[in-house]
């Protein structure tokens, strides 16, 4: 990646369109509901590739009906290792190490519910943020009420300096605190403010301490590159309907590191049971010999069939590229707000390798600049207590898009536009 992710960088129009014309142009694959469409960090919009493969699950369950568990192709009856094995070169995995399978949540409770019962894993105290998305610390604290820990003594939290980030070196001082801790639980990025931490260095000062590592992806996958198996992560959890474009509600994703093979999930069920014996209907339950041991109920495949054409795509593309992409539209967005919008402040890391696929620009009156800029055709969203937060995509996203909403912004606060607005008063946002 070029030091410079902006070489000759101008605050102009001129310069969006010239970077426009050098990249890849993948818009006509999507369906952009909105003039710009500036949250696919929270919901993709629909891409022909999606389409193209649920239509064809579609006509598969028409035409086949049951017989398509084993006769559609690719069969839907290993549909979940197949999608396994095209996501594994995303986050850098084997492809026995990555299955789809439940929904984040449901993850985030079967695997940390699987590790705090590993007879090896001899703490009992699972590490995570302050800055945390709230399900990850909900899933914890329930599995350790399951097995009968107190949560406010046995969830340990990192506390962030500043209410953005969180230090790699403050996750380190907490391990040398504390020998307890069995579990480290991250994410790759934060939803808030997009920092981006170093899963390299955290997994390590989690095996340096005698703890598993564990990582939530939901913001990175599909934006940023991974290598979960180079540095032996142990295990992770990801959504695809953010940066992978797959749906809402789309089955989610998981990792478990090969040498974690072999464990008795904490949620079990018939769907992660050994291929070859599934349907034997044994009593006694006999984990898979891969990650798909993690699966639980049966393979939603309408749920998992755009997911098929949305990796198709971004196979096509590379994430490598994907990225490069990403930083430049996100470093183009953060200068241009300290260019034009002397009111905002960014709250997004600004180094290119410490920031994922979003920027928070912040305003004490986000909410309301939010709602203002939905009807100028302006899609965004509000996350408190100050943040814009603003994706623009490096699949159908553009510079000139990036222009356009920073003008939008300037033009509703000089105007005063954002105050005929109602403040927060609950709901989706």
Request: aromatic share 8%.
């Amino acid at each position: 990646m070029d030091s410079d992710p902006l070489p000759g960088f101008e605050p102009t129009l001129a310069y969006a369109r010239a970077r426009d014309e050098e990249g890849f142009d993948l818009r006509d694959r999507f369906s952009v509901p909105d003039e710009e469409y500036m949250d696919g960090n929270s919901l993709g919009p629909l891409s022909v590739d999606a389409e193209r493969t649920l239509d064809r699950v579609i006509e598969e369950w028409r035409e086949l009906g049951i017989r398509g568990w084993t006769d559609a192709d690719p069969p839907w009856f290993g549909y979940a290792e197949y999608l396994g094995e095209q996501l594994a070169p995303v986050v850098g995995a084997r492809e026995d190490e990555v299955v789809v399978a439940n929904s984040t949540t449901v993850n985030v409770h079967t695997l940390v519910g699987t590790f705090l019962d590993a007879a090896d894993v001899e703490g009992r105290k699972v590490l995570v943020n302050e800055l945390d998305f709230p399900t990850d610390h909900y899933a914890i604290r329930a599995q350790l009420r399951a097995r009968g820990l107190d949560p406010d003594e046995h969830l340990v939290v990192v506390e962030s300096r500043d209410g953005r980030i969180i230090e790699e070196a403050d996750v380190e001082a907490s391990l040398a605190d504390d020998p307890d801790i069995g579990i480290v639980f991250m994410p790759s990025v934060l939803y808030r403010s997009g920092q981006l931490l170093d899963v390299g260095r955290l997994t390590r000062a989690a095996h340096d301490h005698g703890a598993l590592a564990g990582f939530d992806l939901a913001h990175s996958v599909g934006a940023v590159p991974h290598e979960l198996a180079d540095h032996r992560v142990d295990f992770a959890v990801w959504c695809h309907y953010k940066h992978l474009n797959a749906g809402p509600g789309a089955i989610a994703g998981l990792y478990v590191n090969r040498e974690q093979f072999g464990r008795t999930p904490a949620l079990a069920g018939w769907w992660g049971h050994e291929k070859a014996t599934q349907f034997d209907m044994n009593p006694t339950f006999t984990p898979a010999d891969s990650a798909g041991a993690w699966q639980i109920g049966t393979v939603p495949v309408l749920a998992a069939a755009p997911l098929e054409g949305s990796l198709d795509l971004l196979a096509e593309v590379g994430v490598e590229a994907i990225r490069k992409r990403s930083v430049a539209l996100t470093e183009f967005l953060i200068r241009l707000v300290d260019e034009r919008l002397p009111d905002c402040s960014v709250g997004t890391p600004r180094e290119p390798d410490r920031r994922g696929a979003h920027v928070a620009v912040e305003h004490p009156d986000a909410y309301r600049v939010c709602e203002a800029l939905r009807d100028r055709g302006t899609v965004v969203d509000f996350r408190p207590p100050n943040v814009v937060r603003v994706c623009p995509s490096p699949y159908y996203g553009s510079f000139e898009e990036v222009w356009r909403v920073v003008e939008k912004i300037r033009e509703v606060l000089d105007s005063g536009a954002h105050e005929a607005y109602d403040p927060p008063s609950g709901g989706v946002t």
